[in-house]
């Protein structure tokens, strides 16, 4: 998956040769890891019913999503579930989180899934915020999104 704006960003696939970038990311969200670690769960993500996206400009990586989609008994269809997503504190408020969340959908409804979900940390204001401002309705602890219009 490679998508391009109009402003140069581009969204695709998380290979592990970003793992550096990343770990630049990581960093300013206070989140840490090892580069070779990092890869290695790159390849693990790829190799697994799920995917990683990263949204780039010039230099490291500006964004990041991770989804896994897996089956569930209530819906003949499989889920997603976002399981990361960070943007580089000075590249928010530029439409970035929001490309990456619609590279997912794509991402899901391309693996047969049904809805998306995100689950949230419980004091996460302003990402509770960005949630239902994307789509997502409050379900209990997480955030669910159907992938159809309408539903």
């Known amino acids: 998956m490679l998508v391009t704006t109009r402003y140069g960003l581009e969204i695709r696939a998380a290979a592990p040769i970003d793992a550096p970038g990343l770990l630049e990311l990581f960093a300013a969200v206070g989140l840490a890891a090892e580069a070779r670690d990092l890869a290695e769960r790159l390849v693990a993500i790829r190799d697994a019913p799920g995917t990683a996206l990263i949204a780039t400009q010039w230099g490291p990586p500006s964004g990041l999503v991770v989804l896994h989609w897996y089956p569930t008994l209530d819906d003949a269809r499989p889920t997603a579930q976002i399981t990361t997503l960070l943007v580089a504190i000075e590249d ?9 969340l619609k590279a997912a959908a794509q991402a899901a409804r391309t693996a047969g899934c049904g809805k998306l ?3 949230t940390g419980l004091d996460e204001a302003s990402l509770h915020a960005f949630c239902r401002a994307t789509g997502f309705a409050e379900a209990g602890p997480r955030f669910v999104r159907s992938l159809r219009k309408g539903a």
Request: aromatic fraction near 0%; hydrophobic fraction near 35%.
């Open 117 to 119: 979900e995100l689950t």
């Open 92 to 100: 928010r408020r530029r439409g970035i989180g929001r490309l990456l």
